[in-house]
C-alpha cells in the first residue's frame, strides 16, 4: 500500500482499495474511466493536468457544467469520467514538473497513462525509468493498437477503433452505413479491463513484490468484446453482417413494431416462443413446422418476423409489455436516456447522483453499477477543478519525503 495520509486499512467500513494511491496521465476517455472506477473503489487517484487547460475534454461541449457562481467548471463530458480524483497541475515538458511527478509516482502503487507509444520516456516518466525506485509500481499504458505491431505508433481513436475491429460492421441495417455505437464502447471497455488488470497485478505485487507493465490496447479490447460474433466466424468461417437489431442466433429477438411505437420481443427458448404464441392468439404460428425450435426460426425468421408483425399491429405498447410480463416473454419498452432515468428500476437503484463541490454546486454523476454490501463503493467528491488539489497533494509529498529522510 502506498503512504496516504488518515488511511486505516483495518477498517471495515473502507472502500475495496482504500490504501491505494493511483497516478494518472490519462486524458479523454479510456484512462480516466479506468481511474474514475478505481477512485469509486476507494483508491486516491491523483489526476496530472497541464497547467494549461488540462484534460482535453474538460472543453468537449456544450454542455458544460455551472457553478452556482457563475463558473464554468468544464464540460458535461469531462465530469463523466473524472469522479472522485484530485487534480494537481504539472507541466512535464519541464526539468521541474517531471521531477515532481517522479517523486509522486515514487509514493504511488498504480500509474495509468495513455500517451503515445514511447511518449513519456524522454520525460523519464516510462515503466523502464520509474521501476527502479518503486518495484512494486503497477505501471498500465493505454494505447490504441498497443505497444507492438506494426499499427504500434499510430494514435488510437474509439471510433477508427470501432471500425477496424469489425464492430461497424456487424452495426447497422442490412446494405445500410456501417454504423459506429452511440458511446465510445472501446474506450469504455478498455477503462473496464484496464481495472481488472490493475487489480490483478496489485495481487502480484503483493504477493512477491514485483510490480508490471501492463499493456492494454483499444483494439485488442474491440475485437475482444465482439464475443459470440467472433465465434460465428471462428467455427462457420462466414463474417458476420449487418442484421439491423435482429440477432443472428435467435428468432425472435429484435424490435416489432405494435400500433403505437415499438418494442423488443426477446424470445430465448421454445417455451417463451409458445407463450408468446399464445397471448397473441397466433394457434396457426404455436403449431408451424417451421417455427418449432430456434433453429427452424432462425432459418425462416424473415416469414416468422411478417407473422409476427401482422398479429401486433392492433396492440398498444403498454398492453404488448403487460401481457409479455404476465405470461414469463421476455420484453421491453425503447427508452429514451431522459425516460431511463425517470424509470421507476433505475430510481429504486439510485443510479443517479448528485454530487456536492463543497462550493454551492450539485454535479450529477451516474454511480458505478456495482453493490458490495460489506465494503462499499464511495462517491466522496465530483469531478475536480483544474489543479483544485495542488496545493493539498504537494504538501503531502512533501511530509512523506520528510518522513522517509527521517527514517
Given at each position: 500500500?502506498?503512504?496516504?495520509?488518515?488511511?486505516?486499512?483495518?477498517?471495515?467500513?473502507?472502500?475495496?482499495?482504500?490504501?491505494?494511491?493511483?497516478?494518472?496521465?490519462?486524458?479523454?476517455?479510456?484512462?480516466?474511466?479506468?481511474?474514475?472506477?478505481?477512485?469509486?473503489?476507494?483508491?486516491?487517484?491523483?489526476?496530472?493536468?497541464?497547467?494549461?487547460?488540462?484534460?482535453?475534454?474538460?472543453?468537449?461541449?456544450?454542455?458544460?457544467?455551472?457553478?452556482?457562481?457563475?463558473?464554468?467548471?468544464?464540460?458535461?463530458?469531462?465530469?463523466?469520467?473524472?469522479?472522485?480524483?484530485?487534480?494537481?497541475?504539472?507541466?512535464?515538458?519541464?526539468?521541474?514538473?517531471?521531477?515532481?511527478?517522479?517523486?509522486?509516482?515514487?509514493?504511488?502503487?498504480?500509474v495509468i497513462e495513455n500517451f503515445k507509444v514511447g511518449g513519456l520516456k524522454k520525460y523519464g516518466?516510462?515503466?523502464?525509468?520509474?521501476?527502479?525506485?518503486?518495484?512494486?509500481?503497477?505501471?498500465?499504458?493505454?494505447?490504441?493498437?498497443?505497444?507492438?505491431?506494426?499499427?504500434?505508433?499510430?494514435?488510437?481513436?474509439?471510433?477508427?477503433?470501432?471500425?477496424?475491429?469489425?464492430?461497424?460492421?456487424?452495426?447497422?441495417?442490412?446494405?445500410?452505413?456501417?454504423?459506429?455505437?452511440?458511446?465510445?464502447?472501446?474506450?469504455?471497455?478498455?477503462?473496464?479491463?484496464?481495472?481488472?488488470?490493475?487489480?490483478?497485478?496489485?495481487?502480484?505485487?503483493?504477493?512477491?513484490?514485483?510490480?508490471?507493465?501492463?499493456?492494454?490496447?483499444?483494439?485488442?479490447?474491440?475485437?475482444?468484446?465482439?464475443?459470440?460474433?467472433?465465434?460465428?466466424?471462428?467455427?462457420?468461417?462466414?463474417?458476420?453482417?449487418?442484421?439491423?437489431?435482429?440477432?443472428?442466433?435467435?428468432?425472435?429477438?429484435?424490435?416489432?413494431?405494435?400500433?403505437?411505437?415499438?418494442?423488443?420481443?426477446?424470445?430465448?427458448?421454445?417455451?417463451?416462443?409458445?407463450?408468446?404464441?399464445?397471448?397473441?392468439?397466433?394457434?396457426?404460428?404455436?403449431?408451424?413446422?417451421?417455427?418449432?425450435?430456434?433453429?427452424?426460426?432462425?432459418?425462416?425468421?424473415?416469414?416468422?418476423?411478417?407473422?409476427?408483425?401482422?398479429?401486433?399491429?392492433?396492440?398498444?405498447?403498454?398492453?404488448?409489455?403487460?401481457?409479455?410480463?404476465?405470461?414469463?416473454?421476455?420484453?421491453?419498452?425503447?427508452?429514451?436516456?431522459?425516460?431511463?432515468?425517470?424509470?421507476?428500476?433505475?430510481?429504486?437503484?439510485?443510479?443517479?447522483?448528485?454530487?456536492?463541490?463543497?462550493?454551492?454546486?450539485?454535479?450529477?454523476?451516474?454511480?458505478?453499477?456495482?453493490?458490495?454490501?460489506?465494503?462499499?463503493?464511495?462517491?466522496?467528491?465530483?469531478?475536480?477543478?483544474?489543479?483544485?488539489?495542488?496545493?493539498?497533494?504537494?504538501?503531502?509529498?512533501?511530509?512523506?519525503?520528510?518522513?522517509?529522510?527521517?527514517?
Amino acid at each position: 500500500m502506498s503512504e496516504t495520509p488518515d488511511t486505516n486499512p483495518s477498517d471495515a467500513a473502507n472502500p475495496p482499495l482504500a490504501g491505494v494511491r493511483v497516478i494518472e496521465l490519462a486524458r479523454i476517455l479510456a484512462g480516466p474511466w479506468a481511474g474514475q472506477l478505481l477512485a469509486d473503489l476507494g483508491a486516491d487517484v491523483i489526476k496530472i493536468e497541464h497547467p494549461e487547460g488540462g484534460d482535453d475534454t474538460r472543453r468537449w461541449g456544450p454542455p458544460f457544467v455551472t457553478g452556482a457562481d457563475g463558473e464554468n467548471l468544464s464540460a458535461a463530458y469531462y465530469h463523466s469520467a473524472n469522479r472522485g480524483k484530485r487534480s494537481i497541475t504539472l507541466d512535464i515538458a519541464s526539468f521541474e514538473g517531471a521531477q515532481t511527478a517522479r517523486d509522486l509516482i515514487a509514493t504511488a502503487d498504480v500509474v495509468i497513462e495513455n500517451f503515445k507509444v514511447g511518449g513519456l520516456k524522454k520525460y523519464g516518466l516510462d515503466y523502464n525509468s520509474l521501476k527502479a525506485a518503486n518495484p512494486k509500481l503497477v505501471y498500465l499504458s493505454i494505447t490504441g493498437f498497443g505497444q507492438t505491431g506494426p499499427y504500434a505508433p499510430r494514435a488510437g481513436y474509439d471510433f477508427i477503433i470501432q471500425a477496424m475491429a469489425g464492430m461497424m460492421s456487424i452495426t447497422g441495417e442490412p446494405g445500410r452505413e456501417p454504423q459506429k455505437a452511440g458511446v465510445a464502447i472501446s474506450d469504455i471497455f478498455t477503462g473496464l479491463y484496464s481495472v481488472i488488470a490493475i487489480q490483478a497485478a496489485l495481487r502480484h505485487a503483493e504477493k512477491t513484490g514485483e510490480g508490471q507493465w501492463i499493456d492494454m490496447a483499444l483494439f485488442d479490447t474491440q475485437a475482444g468484446v465482439l464475443g459470440n460474433q467472433n465465434l460465428n466466424y471462428l467455427v462457420s468461417g462466414k463474417a458476420p453482417e449487418q442484421m439491423g437489431n435482429a440477432h443472428m442466433n435467435i428468432a425472435p429477438y429484435e424490435v416489432f413494431p405494435v400500433a403505437d411505437g415499438h418494442v423488443i420481443i426477446a424470445v430465448g427458448n421454445d417455451g417463451q416462443f409458445q407463450r408468446f404464441c399464445k397471448l397473441l392468439g397466433a394457434t396457426s404460428m404455436a403449431a408451424d413446422p417451421d417455427f418449432q425450435t430456434n433453429p427452424s426460426r432462425v432459418a425462416n425468421r424473415e416469414r416468422l418476423r411478417q407473422e409476427i408483425i401482422t398479429e401486433m399491429s392492433s396492440w398498444l405498447k403498454t398492453d404488448m409489455l403487460a401481457a409479455c410480463e404476465a405470461n414469463a416473454v421476455p420484453a421491453g419498452p425503447i427508452n429514451t436516456i431522459a425516460e431511463m432515468f425517470d424509470d421507476p428500476q433505475a430510481i429504486a437503484r439510485g443510479l443517479r447522483m448528485d454530487l456536492d463541490d463543497q462550493a454551492g454546486t450539485a454535479i450529477p454523476s451516474v454511480r458505478a453499477p456495482i453493490l458490495l454490501p460489506a465494503s462499499p463503493l464511495h462517491y466522496d467528491r465530483p469531478s475536480p477543478r483544474l489543479g483544485e488539489h495542488t496545493d493539498e497533494v504537494l504538501a503531502e509529498l512533501q511530509t512523506i519525503k520528510t518522513k522517509r529522510k527521517k527514517t
